[in-house]
């Protein structure tokens, strides 16, 4: 058998991973990697959650407003004192067309500017709601909206109680729905009273009226006495209508 010439030497030391990875980087070294200059720290911006908090406070404020019913300057309904606002509408029981709009102009000039032949109070008929027929005596108005409300039961309390009160004028003002659309409803819940249609919101508008429903109270002399904005009971109707009655 041949003699090995480099048994001599002995056998090589066997080496780890790291050591031959060492070894490797000294021997063949890599080149310099090119020079890069240092990544500039973007400025953080340290008012923006300050932003944030404020915007989320001002959607907060805008969502709490609209959702709670508006009582404030011109929303109120007429002023305490303040003779009823003319106005003459369409009943939903009437055989006027879908067309038709309130009058709302007290005077003769204002009412042929906007295309009646007549103001409010000259217009007269078995179909129509007019309230300057209601300052010859104590009145009640109920104003609501059938959409996106539930105003309705309102107005199935005040035709419960108002045949105690037969010297007092009940009567309703819907908006928002054409003649054909509330007839349905009066007829579904079985209203009695009269019931005026506002199909474009004219009445609401003149009356100043922001929260449904809204009842006004006024006495015979078609002076309003008092507006109440939400919901009365049937209690609350008679105490205020008794107090109404008293009125000299």
């Not at 303040?82 to 067309?97: E, I, V, Y």
């Not at 109920?142 to 409300?149: L, P, R």
């Amino acid at each position: 058998m041949a003699e090995d010439p480099f048994e001599d030497l002995g056998a090589a030391p066997r080496r780890s991973a790291a050591e031959r990875f060492e070894e490797e980087d000294r021997v063949n070294p890599e080149p310099d990697a090119p020079h890069r200059r240092p990544e500039t720290p973007r400025p953080g911006n340290r008012y923006a959650w300050v932003v944030g908090i404020v915007l989320l406070m001002v959607i907060g404020v805008v969502l709490l407003t609209t959702a709670i019913p508006n009582r404030g300057a011109g929303v109120k309904g007429p002023a305490v004192g303040a003779l009823l606002p003319a106005f003459a509408a369409p009943l939903a029981t009437s055989n006027f067309g879908d067309d038709s709009d309130a009058n709302v102009f007290d005077t003769a000039k204002a009412a042929r500017s906007a295309g009646h032949q007549q103001p409010a109070c000259k217009v007269r008929a078995p179909g129509i709601l007019n309230s300057c027929t209601l300052r010859s005596r104590p009145s009640v108005i109920t104003m609501i909206v059938t959409q996106g409300t539930d105003c309705e039961p309102q107005v199935d309390r005040v035709e419960r109680m108002r045949r105690a009160f037969p010297k007092v004028a009940f009567t309703v003002v819907m908006s928002g729905q054409k003649r054909s659309e509330a007839e349905k409803i009066v007829r579904r819940r079985g209203w009695r009273l009269p019931v005026g249609v506002d199909k474009d919101g004219a009445v609401t508008n003149l009356f100043g009226v922001g929260v449904c429903p809204t009842t006004i109270f006024s006495d015979g002399r078609g002076r309003v006495r008092l507006v109440d904005l939400g919901n009365l009971t049937e209690g609350q109707l008679r105490s205020r209508v008794r107090g109404l009655l008293r009125r000299k």
